[in-house]
């Protein structure tokens, strides 16, 4: 009987510990450092649980489920591609934005965007790293119980395989490379959320299009991934790593932005 080897398990933990450590890590040093205020940090959390998982969820459950035509006219890759990407900048972007214009016209400064883009990106590791975790973790010790092999609902044993094939053949550094990814999408979020908030700032909706456009860019190879049509992970995590050291070079470059704009 296969089974999830130890080092598969660890990886899973680990990558758990530092998608959603590392938020948590970076919210207590900005705090210190910045003096960070909680409500951004809490509305962008509710941003993430609203536009996304609300929202987003159901305009995805008519159109990739329960639509028939557009079920089918999205099997397309290229097209699921600009669709998902789109989906998720147009959803994610104006929540920010509406947040942002209602909720934080107190509270508009670089320090901010910091926050909010760290409870956005925070929620999002956890939904992302802390279900699916429990749930891999589950099914790993339920496999090396035996459990699994005698399990007699063929449709749910069917439904769980390629789970557990991912689980017992695939590489322990690809669950930690979930957990480095997330590093790397939280700071995309922050970088993102300061785009949005300068367009509120300084009245230029123009930066929220940049930023719609620029979400919609940073998940497409995700997306055609997901289709087939990149095959190697590893070229997907690359972008994701240049795009989050860019994100890190704006968020530097856009606090003396934000002090000018102040003035």
Same mark, same amino acid.
Do not use: C
């Given at each position: ?15 758990? =510990?530092?998608?959603i ?5 970076? $919210? ?12 951004? $940090? ?8 609203? $536009? ?6 159901? @305009? ?62 925070? @929620? ?5 790293? &802390? ?9 790993? $010790?339920?496999?090396?119980? &035996? ?31 979930? &957990?480095?990814? !997330? ?12 785009? =949005? ?17 620029l ?13 087939? =049509? ?14 989050a ?14 002090? !000018?704009?102040?003035?």
């Open positions: 009987m296969k089974v999830v080897e130890t080092s598969a398990i660890a990886a899973q933990l680990a990558g758990m =510990v530092l998608g450590g590392t938020p948590a890590a970076l $919210f207590i040093y900005f705090r210190k450092k910045y003096r960070i205020s909680w409500k951004p $940090f809490l509305l962008g959390l509710l941003t993430f649980f609203l $536009f996304v998982q609300v929202l987003e969820a159901a @305009f995805h459950g008519y159109f990739l489920y329960a639509n028939e035509w557009t079920k089918e006219w999205l099997k397309n890759p290229w097209l699921y591609m600009l669709y998902g990407g789109l989906a998720a900048g147009i959803f994610e972007e104006t929540g920010r934005l509406v947040m942002m214009k209602f909720a934080l016209k107190s509270r508009r400064d670089w320090k901010d965007g910091l926050s909010f883009g760290l409870g956005h990106g925070g @929620f999002e590791a956890l939904w992302i790293l &802390g279900v699916n975790g429990v749930v891999l973790l589950s099914l790993s $010790f339920f496999i090396n119980s &035996g459990s699994f092999d005698s399990l007699t609902d063929g449709q749910l044993k069917e439904a769980l395989r390629p789970l557990r094939d991912q689980l017992v053949n695939g590489s322990p550094w690809l669950f930690l490379l979930a &957990g480095l990814e !997330r590093i790397g999408a939280v700071l995309v979020h922050i970088g993102l959320s300061l785009v =949005v908030l300068y367009a509120v700032k300084s009245g230029q909706l123009k930066f929220y299009w940049f930023a719609v456009l979400h919609a860019i940073f998940d497409f190879p995700a997306a055609l991934y997901q289709s087939g =049509v990149i095959a190697d992970i590893w070229l997907v995590e690359i972008f994701v790593a240049g795009v050291v860019l994100s890190v070079a704006w968020i530097i470059k856009a606090k003396p932005l934000f002090e !000018r704009a102040e003035a």
